[in-house]
């Protein structure tokens, strides 16, 4: 079956350090994958998207990577701030479809 | 905010009654999306518009929902027969054909079904 897996235990650091999210994914054969922010009671926003054949995509602090051997992204903040505190998406679009499929989200709390 | 609006932000009802939610979508959009979120997890897709076209569905979108975009502007999601599962955030999205991969969501109406 598919799946898109996300760690369901929030990530706690530090301000200043990097965080760090990952993304898994099984039966997919994703032509790009998304990730989003979303605070609580609020729609998503997007934040990047990687194609298939690009390895890394940054954006300011924000930087992705897309393994599609090994099926996983990868979402790193750095230099993280307690606004970055927020539960992370990832979504990709299987092929030949429109509609987004989305991981569980994982919460990252950020710590002054 | 994104530029996508919905209507109303908040819907409290009782069981077995009907509710109507609008979606307006950034005006230059011609794809617009519906997804439901429950607590803890990620959105899921219901349905998905091109113009006024209804071109996907869900398996998750019973007899019970049905979605129109009358002039390829709004949309609207009507749930009938209200159950308590409905209860969720029903999530409106919109993209432009020449950039179709990314969605802008507006703020989402959350439902308690009583």
């Known amino acids: 079956s598919q799946k898109i897996e996300q760690n369901s235990e929030a990530l706690n650091i530090q301000e200043g350090k990097t965080a760090t999210l990952t993304c898994n994914y099984t039966n997919y054969s994703p032509a790009y994958l998304q990730w989003y922010r979303q605070d609580p009671g609020r729609g998503p926003v997007f934040l990047l998207l990687?194609?298939?054949?690009?390895k890394e995509k940054r954006k300011e602090r924000l930087k992705v990577t897309f393994d599609t051997t090994l099926k996983q992204s990868l979402f790193h903040i750095t230099a993280s701030q307690p606004a970055d505190s927020a539960t992370y998406l990832c979504?990709?679009?299987?092929?030949?479809?429109?509609?987004?499929?989305f991981g569980s989200g994982t919460r990252l709390q950020v710590q002054p | 905010d994104t530029g996508v609006s919905q209507d109303p932000r908040h819907k409290i009802t009782k069981r077995g009654q009907n509710v109507t939610f609008r979606c307006d979508p950034i005006?230059?959009?011609?794809?617009l999306y519906w997804y439901r979120q429950t607590l803890g997890q990620g959105p899921e897709f219901l349905t998905y518009?091109?113009?006024?076209?209804?071109?996907?569905k869900s398996r998750l979108l019973s007899d019970r929902f049905s979605a129109e975009r009358p002039k390829g502007s709004f949309s609207t999601l009507e749930i009938q027969r209200t159950e308590q599962g409905d209860s969720a955030m029903y999530l409106c999205?919109?993209?432009?054909?020449?950039?179709?991969?990314?969605?802008?969501f507006g703020p989402g109406t959350r439902l308690l079904v009583l």
């Open positions: 005006s230059e959009h011609n794809r």
């Open positions: 979504a990709l679009s299987d092929t030949g479809r429109r509609a987004l499929t």
């Open positions: 999205a919109s993209s432009l054909k020449q950039t179709q991969e990314t969605q802008y």
């Open positions: 518009f091109q113009n006024e076209a209804q071109l996907e």
């Open positions: 990687i194609r298939e054949n690009e």
